[in-house]
């Protein structure tokens, strides 16, 4: 839905999944970020495609899997 108030503001969660849509995705939160939305994008500790920006705050969790070990599995 659209704001019903313009230039508001809004927090955004982006959980993308590895080798997801994330080139295409991360264009998308560089100009919600420019625009003042506030951006946490949470990944996998073995995502081998999401890297740190300063347009959102990366946050990492433990998965039981390495880089090494779930490219693999793809």
């Known amino acids: 839905p659209v704001p019903a108030v313009l230039g508001q503001w ?3 969660l982006v959980v993308p999944m590895d080798e997801s849509y ?3 995705l991360r264009s998308l ?3 919600l970020s420019q ?3 506030q951006i ?3 990944a996998p500790e073995a995502n081998s495609s ?3 920006s300063t347009y959102y ?3 990492w969790y433990p ?3 390495c880089r090494d070990e779930l490219r693999a599995c793809v």
Do not use: D, N, R
């Open 63 to 65: 998965v039981p899997l």
């Open 29 to 31: 939160l560089v100009a």
């Open 22 to 24: 994330w080139l295409s």
């Open 10 to 12: 809004w927090k955004l």
């Open 57 to 59: 705050t990366l946050k």
């Open 35 to 37: 625009k003042g939305h």
């Open 40 to 42: 946490v994008t949470m």
């Open 50 to 52: 999401v890297e740190a």
